[in-house]
């Protein structure tokens, strides 16, 4: 459960893991959900889990927070706001106006697309993917596929949860993740 640096565990993750329950056989047989909503209901444990991702990321250089819908769009307006980024919603299909580019990926058990409105990211901007759950890690490249096609360089993923089991850190290629916990 604890964050996966080598240090000693911070304090607020007992707190953060207990708030979360698991759901299982949702949203088909077989799978334990992490159900966030339940953090969410615990206004303490809902600011530490956002004040950890803020303590990581001021100071960064990061201009762009890009949320992944829907529970990236709980945690990414706070910690963008605190850290003076802006917030960039990766949506589902047909839910953005105007332009946009999109990435279809594979999940735990189906298939999706991510959307992102055409110029909401610049070259050269340097860009956090912020979701609640990493679990094979489909979405969070597909995230990272739209902002470096956008020119962005993404600097980290962050993560609330990790399933490890499904191995989504490791098909992430390399790219650095920062994870709070390991699902319970």
């Known amino acids: 459960m604890a964050?996966?640096?080598?240090?000693?565990?911070?304090?607020?993750?007992?707190?953060?893991a207990s708030s979360i329950r698991v759901v299982p056989d949702f949203p088909k047989k077989g799978i334990m959900f992490q159900d966030i909503t339940t953090l969410?209901?615990?206004?303490?444990?809902?600011?530490d889990t956002v004040d950890l991702f803020v303590e990581r990321y001021t100071g960064r250089d990061?201009?762009?927070v890009a949320g992944v819908e829907a529970r990236g769009f709980i945690f990414g307006p706070p910690?963008?706001?605190?850290?003076?980024?802006?917030?960039?919603?990766?949506?589902?299909?047909?839910?953005l106006p105007g332009e946009v580019i999109s990435?279809?990926?594979?999940?735990?058990?189906?298939?999706?697309?991510?959307?992102?409105?055409?110029?909401?990211?610049?070259p050269g901007e340097r860009a956090l993917v912020v979701d609640d759950l990493v679990a094979t890690g489909g979405t969070l490249c597909a995230a990272i596929s739209?902002?470096?096609?956008?020119?962005?360089?993404?600097?980290?993923c962050a993560c609330v949860i990790e399933l490890p089991e499904?191995?989504?850190?490791?098909?992430?290629?390399?790219?650095?993740i920062y994870i709070l916990m390991e699902s319970h």
């Open 166 to 176: 499904l191995k989504g850190r490791e098909r992430l290629n390399g790219k650095y």
């Open 79 to 95: 910690i963008a706001l605190a850290i003076g980024a802006k917030f960039v919603p990766l949506r589902k299909p047909k839910k």
């Open 3 to 16: 964050v996966r640096e080598g240090k000693e565990q911070d304090p607020r993750i007992p707190r953060i």
């Open 146 to 156: 739209l902002l470096e096609r956008a020119g962005a360089e993404v600097v980290e």
């Open 40 to 47: 969410l209901l615990d206004p303490k444990a809902f600011k």
């Open 103 to 122: 990435e279809n990926y594979v999940l735990e058990y189906g298939t999706d697309c991510l959307e992102m409105h055409v110029g909401a990211v610049q």
């Open 62 to 64: 990061i201009s762009v």
